[in-house]
């Protein structure tokens, strides 16, 4: 099943010391397709890697790896009840030769079950729902360039409140900014509600940004506008706190909560300092 294809482009013609990289959060996202048993497409998302301690992990929402809604457990296409059993994962690959920078786009498949069938992905529950955010185990990264988010650095000196702006950096309706390699977009949009507290009595953030199908599982970034993005000897670096985990849409789910929200214009976070004990105990 496992299919490898390799586009070599040359990204950049200038000297690789000078920094002319894409910034580092739009090469930690990922763009990905979820195919089914058959080879059918059934949907795009957005992902990015972590690396608890010695493994690779693949993020994305449990709705996209399942195809079903995370409150109900429902299809969320009732005319197409097919469940992803791979995920095609698009890699870029950057190195220099002769001062040149060049990029390789590699897309690898990841299958999404074991040998008796059973998800490989770690999950979790919050009461009777599920955790819309999944870790997915790789196993093949060779010969492609993983930047993996640290997840473990706190904001805990940045004041994020509401109307702070953030960013969602991942493929909505399937673009990307570079159609070749597949690099990201960058959506930005308010928070919306306190993140120190608990939206709706779950661990979400209330985030008003107009939100399309592909970006579910986009990594989403606070940039505190005291810092700017500055040469530094060889290196760009700048200092950027992720805030959560994309999850596209609010659903209702009980009519006495009286919640509806358009999913063009509200999403929802999963807050980072919920996902990080649990991104902890990965193997």
Wanted: charged content about 20%; overall charge positive; glycine content about 4%.
């Amino acid at each position: 099943m496992r299919k490898i294809i390799i586009l070599i482009y040359v990204l950049f013609i200038t000297n690789f010391i000078t920094g002319q990289l894409p910034r580092i959060q739009s090469r930690q996202s990922l763009y990905i397709e979820m195919w089914s048993r058959n080879d059918k497409h059934i949907s795009s998302a957005t992902g990015f890697i972590i690396k608890p301690k010695k493994q690779y992990y693949l993020v994305t929402n449990w709705h996209v790896a399942t195809g079903k809604n995370p409150i109900n457990k429902m299809w969320e296409d009732t005319s197409n009840k097919i469940a992803p059993y791979y995920v095609k994962i698009f890699y870029n690959r950057y190195f220099e030769r002769k001062e040149v920078v060049y990029a390789e786009q590699v897309i690898k498949d990841e299958i999404l079950f074991d040998n008796k069938n059973k998800p490989i992905w770690h999950q979790d529950t919050l009461g009777k729902e599920m955790v819309d955010v999944v870790e997915i185990p790789l196993t093949d990264t060779n010969d492609v360039s993983i930047y993996p988010i640290d997840y473990k650095n706190k904001y805990d000196t940045i004041i994020v409140s509401p109307t702070s702006v953030a960013f969602a950096v991942g493929y909505p309706l399937g673009l990307s900014s570079v159609n070749e390699l597949k690099l990201p977009i960058w959506k930005a949009g308010f928070i919306s509600s306190e993140p120190t507290l608990n939206w709706n009595n779950e661990p979400l953030i209330l985030f008003d940004v107009n939100g399309f199908p592909g970006m579910s599982g986009s990594p989403v970034y606070y940039i505190p506008k005291s810092f700017s993005t500055i040469r530094g000897g060889e290196y760009w670096y700048e200092i950027s706190f992720i805030l959560g985990v994309y999850s596209e849409s609010i659903y209702q789910t009980e009519p006495n909560k009286n919640i509806l929200f358009n999913k063009s214009v509200f999403g929802c976070l999963w807050k980072i300092d919920y996902l990080r004990p649990l991104f902890n105990k990965l193997p």
